[in-house]
């Protein structure tokens, strides 16, 4: 059976023919064009919307997209976002415990990341930050001198190395004694070649026990469009 239907509301009429279910195939080809154009403005929506939003959060950070987040490994970031020193081989630290100068010493971190003190022997330093390592040593002195209260002072730190290679005039290792950027790290190295590539600077470094590897646009952070990054122990920076 054929009808017409018109909706005074809509302006519009359909024309169909009933199924041997009773429903219009009419009907129905508005339902499934209804369904698809749904579905396409959804799409196009969140192309939109979502796509630039996530390629402008990329960009201006400077990080790849792969990078994870920083963690609680050897090379977290502090609530600033710059990298949390920890100890490592060739640093020098002391040691003191109140009220007890015969245990003040001054200690090497060797290349296993162990530091050997009185009293209480070896201990596992390296990859510590000064208060993991003081709050550790205060509850092992304890055992031997009740409510010790322990200080740990950096006095020398040689393990910040970092490495800066290809397009600049002085490549090489640079050991540095205080917590250094990207920028400062490339001015070491004497500045870029002539022909060197800027914006497409790599900086190799370590996340949660893994490899990353961070882009960097000199170009952007000159002129204030994105931020300089801050290097930690141990990572390359590779200008093409």
Same mark, same amino acid.
């Given at each position: 059976?054929?009808?017409?239907?018109?909706?005074?509301?809509?302006?519009?009429?359909?024309?169909?023919?009933?199924?041997?279910?009773?429903?219009?195939?009419?009907?129905?080809?508005?339902?499934?064009?209804?369904?698809?154009?749904?579905?396409?403005?959804?799409?196009?929506?969140?192309?939109?919307?979502?796509?630039?939003?996530?390629?402008?959060?990329?960009?201006? =950070?400077?990080? /790849?997209?792969?990078?994870? +987040?920083?963690?609680? %490994?050897?090379?977290?970031?502090? !609530?600033?976002? &710059?990298?949390?020193?920890?100890?490592?081989?060739?640093?020098?630290?002391?040691?003191?415990?109140?009220?007890?100068?015969?245990?003040?010493?001054?200690?090497?971190?060797?290349?296993?990341?162990?530091?050997?003190?009185?009293?209480?022997?070896?201990?596992?330093?390296?990859?510590?930050?000064?208060?993991?390592?003081?709050?550790?040593?205060?509850?092992?002195?304890?055992?031997?001198?009740?409510?010790?209260?322990?200080?740990?002072?950096?006095?020398?730190?040689?393990?910040?190395?970092?490495?800066?290679?290809?397009?600049?005039?002085?490549?090489?290792?640079?050991?540095?004694? =205080?917590?250094? /950027?990207?920028?400062?790290? +490339?001015?070491?190295? %004497?500045?870029?070649?002539?022909? !060197?590539?800027? &914006?497409?600077?790599?900086?190799?470094?370590?996340?949660?026990?893994?490899?990353?590897?961070?882009?960097?646009?000199?170009?952007?952070?000159?002129?204030?469009?994105?931020?300089?990054?801050?290097?930690?122990?141990?990572?390359?920076?590779?200008?093409?």
């Amino acid at each position: 059976m054929c009808y017409a239907f018109h909706n005074n509301d809509t302006i519009e009429s359909i024309v169909g023919c009933a199924s041997p279910l009773g429903v219009s195939s009419g009907m129905h080809r508005r339902r499934d064009w209804n369904w698809l154009i749904s579905i396409g403005f959804a799409v196009v929506l969140s192309l939109f919307f979502i796509s630039p939003v996530t390629a402008v959060a990329w960009a201006s =950070s400077g990080v /790849s997209a792969q990078a994870p +987040l920083d963690g609680d %490994g050897a090379r977290a970031a502090d !609530a600033s976002g &710059r990298p949390v020193f920890r100890l490592g081989p060739e640093d020098v630290i002391e040691v003191g415990v109140w009220k007890h100068p015969d245990l003040e010493q001054e200690v090497l971190v060797r290349p296993d990341g162990v530091i050997g003190l009185k009293l209480i022997g070896e201990v596992a330093a390296g990859g510590l930050t000064l208060k993991q390592l003081q709050e550790y040593l205060t509850t092992r002195y304890r055992y031997y001198v009740p409510e010790a209260e322990v200080s740990v002072t950096l006095k020398e730190m040689n393990s910040f190395k970092v490495y800066v290679l290809g397009s600049v005039n002085s490549p090489g290792e640079f050991k540095v004694g =205080s917590r250094l /950027s990207l920028l400062q790290a +490339l001015a070491l190295a %004497g500045g870029f070649t002539p022909y !060197a590539d800027e &914006r497409h600077i790599k900086v190799y470094t370590e996340r949660e026990g893994r490899e990353v590897i961070l882009d960097f646009d000199f170009k952007l952070v000159t002129k204030g469009q994105a931020h300089d990054l801050f290097l930690s122990p141990g990572d390359r920076v590779i200008v093409p």
